[in-house]
């Protein structure tokens, strides 16, 4: 723009328009044609040339309609769709300057963050399996092992088990929760306890069951403060509402002495509703009296959870640390302590009758 003002400073002067396009250093044409326009209004450039359109028309410009339209009905689509669209209506224009009107025309909304982080259950895939190995003094055994992939990898994990007492809950999981039984999966650290408990709490969710996942610790916590304060009831219902309940690390952490008081409630009301929960612990049930500072409220918790449940024991090499080799598996010859309900040693698997 200064230099179409500078021209028409020269001709005003009265030069002549040969001379004006050599003191100014244009084309004698761009004299003559700044001649015959109307003189520039202000020094803003950008505005002044967009008033006067200054340039070669673009071609693109006489599709800008039919792209706000294409766009207002498929935002998303690809650039290449519509630079085929606009060409199969008379298009013959470069690529560059469509790609430049799509990409000043397209609503720019606002993307969700998405992380790789998530639930154990929902970023992994498990099964149960068995096969028949024979030895070397042709003997054949079956081994059952449990596998487990993670979904955006490769990397495979199979563990060898006793059984498959799990997948019987996780298969049935409607029947399982509609009867009210509980799970208390015990094991050191690095066994899968949290896990396994935080992938069946997913499958429940995924079968439409409301689930809620704490830790012991939160749980104590918030009903221990509740109750100082008067509001134990009202609080409970956050933990007894939820079809299935998942409490975390019994035994990591040191509770306060109100410990059992607050946590057999909230047991005791599930029991009553008929509503499962799933403990994980790194103690045995005969430690659970110290943990919660109460040996008789411990056992009426445990006989609770257990009268309809199950204990299921985690062993193996951790799973952080397998790689070092720092630890060895059971012997299979090991005894356990299997604690059952009523009516027997041995729960029956859940069904669907």
Not at 50 to 55: C, F, M, P
Not at 155 to 162: D, E, G
Not at 268 to 273: F, M, T
């Given at each position: 723009m200064l230099k179409r003002h500078e021209v028409e400073i020269l001709l005003k002067a009265g030069h002549a328009k040969s001379e004006?396009?050599?003191l100014a250093g244009v084309s004698l044409c761009s004299v003559k044609r700044i001649a015959e326009e109307a003189p520039v209004a202000h020094v803003d450039d950008a505005a002044e040339r967009?008033?006067?359109?200054?340039?070669r028309p673009s071609k693109v410009e006489n599709f800008r309609k039919l792209v706000v339209k294409i766009l207002q009905e498929e935002p998303d689509l690809p650039s290449l769709e519509i630079l085929r669209r606009i060409r199969e209506a008379g298009y013959q224009g470069g690529k560059t300057a469509l790609y430049a009107l799509v990409a000043s025309?397209?609503?720019?909304?606002?993307k969700p963050l998405v992380r790789f982080e998530g639930l154990p259950g929902e970023f992994s895939q498990h099964d149960f399996g068995q096969v028949d190995i024979e030895f070397l003094d042709g003997a054949i055994r079956r081994i059952h092992f449990f596998a487990s992939r993670l979904k955006y990898s490769r990397?495979?994990?199979?563990?060898?088990?006793?059984d498959e007492t799990?997948?019987?809950?996780?298969?049935?999981?409607p029947d399982f929760v509609a009867e009210g039984r509980s799970l208390i999966l015990y094991g050191k650290t690095g066994r899968g306890k949290t896990h396994l408990a935080v992938a069946i709490g997913y499958r429940a969710i995924q079968n439409d069951f409301e689930t809620l996942f704490t830790t012991a610790a939160e749980l104590i916590e918030d009903l221990s403060n509740a109750s100082k304060k008067g509001h134990l009831q009202e609080s409970l219902a956050t933990y007894t509402h939820p079809h299935v309940l998942v409490i975390d690390e019994v035994g990591y952490l040191t509770y306060g002495p109100d410990a059992a008081y607050v946590l057999f409630h909230?047991?005791?009301?599930?029991?009553?509703?008929?509503?499962?929960m799933i403990f994980t612990t790194n103690k045995p049930m005969t430690e659970w009296g110290k943990v919660l500072h109460d040996e008789d409220m411990a056992a009426a918790i445990l006989d609770r959870v257990l009268e309809r449940g199950r204990f299921i024991h985690l062993d193996g090499p951790s799973g952080r640390t397998r790689h070092l080799n720092l630890e060895e598996t059971l012997p299979e010859n090991t005894k356990r302590l299997r604690i059952s309900g009523i009516g027997g040693s041995e729960f029956p698997e859940p069904t669907g009758s």
């Open positions: 004006v396009a050599r967009e008033k006067r359109r200054i340039g025309l397209r609503p720019q909304g606002i990397y495979i994990r199979v563990s060898r088990v006793k799990v997948e019987s809950l996780v298969r049935h999981l909230v047991v005791n009301d599930r029991h009553l509703r008929k509503r499962p």
